[in-house]
Every structure is written in structure tokens, then in C-alpha cells.
T-cell receptor, first 113, second 115 residues
């Protein structure tokens, strides 16, 4: 069975600083997708960034980038130049070839002015 | 916002009852997934529908069932409600081929309380 682990329940960062959120996963499959989702307080979950396992190059979306280590089954999210609007719950998620999705328990990020 | 809507926003039921939750996908999206999110937890995958057929299922009992309609709206039905079914139910739509699933767009959720 696939599992996704986020070992940091809560984190905080000063505005304009950089923060890294950790995620590890367990799977025996070689082809899969990884995602980071953001869930602001009382608002809809939105996709932050995605990574296909067959791509070695780390995905980047503006201030958001990932460090994908396939052998270590690690998928961390780096947020650069943190902004107040980045305050949210962040979920790491995994999708297998059977179209099943697995989410971690989330990391609550607070950006401090 | 994502263009995905869900109804109702909140719902209160009693144990043993049945409930139907509804989701309207983003225009043109042919795939919908449903999730259960307990308080303080990550979403748990219930199932996914692609072109009106179930296309993947998580570890949920058969009393959780779904439908997807030709206009790509969908329903989640839960029979014989239990107290542990109290949660936020999320739907997410995407545009998928038979090969891969594209980005999911989540709705705001339906908060179900079972008393």
C-alpha cells in the first residue's frame, strides 16, 4: 500500500524568507505522480505544483520548487520569498497508475510579518 | 476560485440515514474524484469516475457509492450513515485521457455532521 508522510505538523517562516516542507512516500511502483496542494483557511484546495516520477528535472512554479529524490522517495517543497498569502495547510499527495490518490496529513504553514 | 461547486454547503443527518452530495465539475472536465477529509486530517480518496464509469477506488465500504452524469456533474451517496462519516467531503474535477489524469480542481466541500 502507498503511504504519504509529512513529518512537520506546523511550521512558521518570516515574510520574504525561504521555507522547505518535507514529504516522504512509500510505493513499489515506478511510474506515478506527486503533488503539493495548498488549502487556505476556509478556502478551496488548490494545486501548487506537480511532478511526474519519470521526469528527473525538478518542477518549478514561480516561487515554488520541489526537490524530488526518487530513490529516497522524498518530495520536498521549497517556498522562496514567502508572502502572507502563503499561510495555509499544505498537503503532499501521490497518485498511482491505478488512479488512486493518497494524501499526507498536512503541514500548517504560518508566514509571520 | 476553481469553477467546481458543491451542494449543500452543510448537512446534518442522523445515524442510519442516507445522504446524497452533489458536485458540479468545471466545464469540459470528464473526471471527478471524491474525498473524505476528517477534521485535522488529509483527504482520503473515496473513488474516481471517468466518463460515467468508476475508474479507481480507495479503501471505503460499498455503502459509499457514486454516479457521474453525461453533463459531468456527479453525486456521492452514503447509506447507513455512521458517526465516523462526519467529515468534509470534497470533490475534484479534471480533464483526463485514458492515459493520465491532469490537474485536479477542488470544490469547496460539503460539511457532513452525523448525530
Amino acid at each position: 500500500a502507498q503511504t504519504v508522510t509529512q513529518s512537520q505538523p506546523e511550521m512558521s517562516v518570516q515574510e520574504a524568507e525561504t521555507v522547505t516542507l518535507s514529504c516522504t512516500y512509500d510505493t513499489s511502483e515506478s511510474n506515478y505522480y506527486l503533488f503539493w496542494y495548498k488549502q487556505p483557511p476556509s478556502r478551496q484546495m488548490i494545486l501548487v505544483i506537480r511532478q511526474e516520477a519519470y521526469k528527473q528535472q525538478n518542477a518549478t512554479e514561480n516561487r515554488f520548487s520541489v526537490n524530488f529524490q526518487k530513490a529516497a522517495k522524498s518530495f520536498s517543497l521549497k517556498i522562496s520569498d514567502s508572502q502572507l498569502g502563503d499561510t495555509a495547510m499544505y498537503f503532499c499527495a501521490f497518485k498511482n497508475t491505478g488512479n488512486q490518490f493518497y494524501f499526507g496529513t498536512g503541514t500548517s504553514l504560518t508566514v509571520i510579518p | 476560485e476553481t469553477g467546481v461547486t458543491q451542494s449543500p454547503t452543510h448537512l446534518i443527518k442522523t445515524r442510519g440515514q442516507q445522504v446524497t452530495l452533489r458536485c458540479s465539475s468545471q466545464s469540459g472536465h470528464n473526471t471527478v474524484s471524491w474525498y473524505q477529509q476528517a477534521l485535522g486530517q488529509g483527504p482520503q480518496f473515496i473513488f474516481q469516475y471517468y466518463r460515467e464509469e468508476e475508474n479507481g477506488r480507495g479503501n471505503f465500504p460499498p455503502r459509499f457509492s457514486g454516479l457521474q452524469f453525461p453533463n459531468y456533474s456527479s453525486e456521492l451517496n452514503v447509506n447507513a450513515l455512521e458517526l465516523d462519516d462526519s467529515a468534509l467531503y470534497l470533490c475534484a474535477s479534471s480533464l483526463a485521457s485514458s492515459i493520465s489524469t491532469d490537474t485536479q480542481y477542488f470544490g469547496p466541500g460539503t460539511r457532513l455532521t452525523v448525530l
